[in-house]
């Protein structure tokens, strides 16, 4: 199975935090090799860091990399697939790991 790893858990799984379920671990642990981040997770993670609103690693391509997960870059198809979706949620970053997991 592949996992398209949100930014939020993404976090926790760096830090180890109690958020993350233990089934969520255990899919995380069972996929390792099969886990991927969204290049738009390090944009997002960077941009709320710079406004002061959020603690992440200094570098956290390195904790991708340490983790064994791989990055997914945003194609052109998966900015086409944003288009098609409903308007339910507004955050662009969301939006994109939805349009890349449907792709």
């Known amino acids: 199975m592949k996992l398209l790893i949100d930014t939020q858990v993404m976090l926790w799984s760096f830090f180890d935090h109690a958020r993350l379920g233990s089934r969520q671990r255990q899919l995380i642990q069972e996929n390792a090799g099969r886990c991927w981040v969204s290049i738009a ?12 609103k959020l603690n ?45 997991a449907q792709t």
Do not use: C, N, Y
């Open 41 to 52: 997770s390090p944009w997002e993670t960077e941009i709320k860091r710079a406004l002061g």
């Open 56 to 100: 992440a690693p200094d570098d956290v391509a390195g904790a991708i990399a340490l983790f064994g997960w791989h990055l997914l870059p945003i194609r052109i198809e998966h900015t086409r697939a944003i288009g098609r979706l409903p308007h339910i949620h507004g955050d662009p970053f969301d939006r994109m790991l939805v349009a890349q």
